[in-house]
């Protein structure tokens, strides 16, 4: 189970991440201040990279604020819950490894 817990966890928070801003992006078309809303709280550090470096695509683009926002988003969540799934698999084993009896292992 332990080995499966950094994509189970990975794929809960991607999935969560689409479910908050991919849904609701897909469904007004990319427009909306709920939706511009839902993406400055969740995607905040992708929103100031799109500011600095895509001005001009980020206020007129559709297409590239799905892209950058619900795609790339969604993998970024998606990446970070299997990185923490990975350092919280390896605390669960060196705890399981330190409670051990020494005729177990």
């Not at 950094?6 to 990319?30: D, E, Y």
């Not at 980020?58 to 990975?86: D, M």
Request: glycine share 10%.
């Amino acid at each position: 189970m332990r080995s499966k817990l950094p994509l189970f966890i990975g794929v809960i928070l991607g999935s969560a991440h689409f479910a908050l801003v991919g849904i609701p992006f897909i469904q007004s078309s990319g427009g909306g201040e709920s939706v511009a809303y839902l993406i400055v709280f969740l995607d905040f550090p992708l929103y100031i990279a799109a500011e600095a470096l895509f001005q001009r695509l980020l206020l007129s683009s559709v297409p590239f604020n799905f892209f950058w926002f619900v795609v790339l988003g969604t993998v970024i969540y998606a990446l970070l819950g299997y990185l923490l799934g990975r350092i919280f698999a390896g605390n669960l084993d060196r705890t399981n490894s330190e409670t051990k009896d020494p005729g177990e292992r």
